[in-house]
C-alpha cells in the first residue's frame, strides 16, 4: 500500500499565517509549532528506590542515564550492581522494563586493585497513569549512580 505524500505546505487550520500546518503522509494537518510544544522534554530529579508517576493523563518517554561500578581488591570477588526500570500500574510497580548491570564474579590468581565503571541508559514508553521505579541493588562494593541526563517527554 502506497500512502499519499502531502505537497501543500499550507492549511487553513494553522493557527496563524506565519506558522502554518504541515500534512503527513496520512494527510493529516501537523502544526510544527504545537508539536514541539507538546515535546518539550522535562528534565526532573528522580531517585532509586522510590516509586513516582510522570506522566498521568498523558503517555510519556522516559530515558534515565546511570553510572554502574565497582572495585576488585580481593581475590575472591562478587562486585557489580544492578539498576532495574519496573513499571505498570500497581504501586510500587513489579514489572521489569529494562535493566543494566555491570558485574564480576570471580576467583583471581592474585589479589589485585582496580575499579571498572559503565554509563547505561534505561528508557521506556511510560502508558498514562503507570507507576515508574528504579530499583537498585549492589553487590560487594558496587555502586549505582544516577546522573543528571534524567529526561521525561509527555507524548
Request: proline share 7%; aromatic share 6%; charged share 15%.
Amino acid at each position: 500500500m502506497t500512502l499519499p505524500v502531502a505537497t501543500d505546505k499550507t492549511n487553513t487550520t494553522a493557527t496563524n499565517n506565519d506558522h502554518p500546518a504541515h500534512h503527513n503522509a496520512l494527510g493529516v494537518a501537523v502544526n510544527e509549532d504545537l508539536l514541539r510544544a507538546a515535546l518539550a522534554p522535562s528534565t526532573p530529579v528522580r531517585a532509586f528506590d522510590t516509586t513516582f508517576q510522570p506522566f498521568p493523563t498523558r503517555p510519556g518517554w522516559c530515558s534515565y542515564t546511570l553510572a554502574l561500578a565497582y572495585t576488585v581488591s580481593t581475590a575472591l570477588t562478587d562486585e557489580g550492581a544492578l539498576v532495574e526500570l519496573l513499571s505498570d500500574a500497581a504501586d510500587p510497580p513489579t514489572t521489569v522494563r529494562a535493566s543494566a548491570q555491570l558485574r564480576m564474579q570471580a576467583t583471581l590468581i592474585a589479589n589485585i586493585n582496580w575499579t571498572v565503571t559503565g554509563h547505561h541508559q534505561l528508557s521506556y514508553l511510560v502508558p498514562a497513569g503507570h507507576n515508574v521505579r528504579l530499583r537498585r541493588t549492589v553487590f560487594g562494593a558496587g555502586t549505582a549512580t544516577l546522573l543528571p541526563h534524567q529526561v521525561e517527554t509527555v507524548l
